[in-house]
């Protein structure tokens, strides 16, 4: 069974910092495309951040150059690195994970979330 597990969200200013970490369970990290998507009020949810089975990263436009995607085989854990952040980047912030591809919103397996605040 595949569980996934969020932490480190919380309230920063904007131009702040944090790091995110989703620890996961059941996967096998060479077969998994691992994502971050974010969903703030009102809105639909969207990908973020996207780390392919092949190591290759993609990046909403939003948080290109601010944002970025990591792992740690040995921990199991899925990283999202944010810095310079602003107010829009408010949202709940979910961790997913699919076997073999990157299926955007279909993806098959989901965290509970963790909250983002940025005040200006």
């Known amino acids: 069974e595949v569980q996934l597990v969020e932490s480190g969200g919380g309230s920063v200013q904007a131009g702040g910092s944090l790091r995110l970490s989703c620890k996961a369970s059941?996967?096998?990290?060479?077969?998994?495309?691992m994502a971050w998507f974010r969903q703030a009020p009102g809105n639909e949810r969207e990908g973020v951040a996207y780390l392919e089975s092949s190591g290759r990263t993609t990046y909403a436009d939003s948080v290109k150059d601010r944002f970025t995607i990591s792992k740690d085989n040995a921990e199991n854990t899925l990283y999202l690195q944010m810095d310079s952040l602003k107010s829009e980047d408010t949202a709940t912030y979910f961790c997913?994970?699919?076997?073999?591809?990157?299926?955007?919103?279909?993806?098959?397996?989901w965290g509970q979330g963790t909250q983002v605040t940025v005040s200006s």
């Open positions: 997913a994970a699919d076997r073999w591809v990157c299926a955007g919103n279909s993806m098959r397996h």
């Open positions: 059941g996967i096998y990290w060479f077969e998994y495309c």
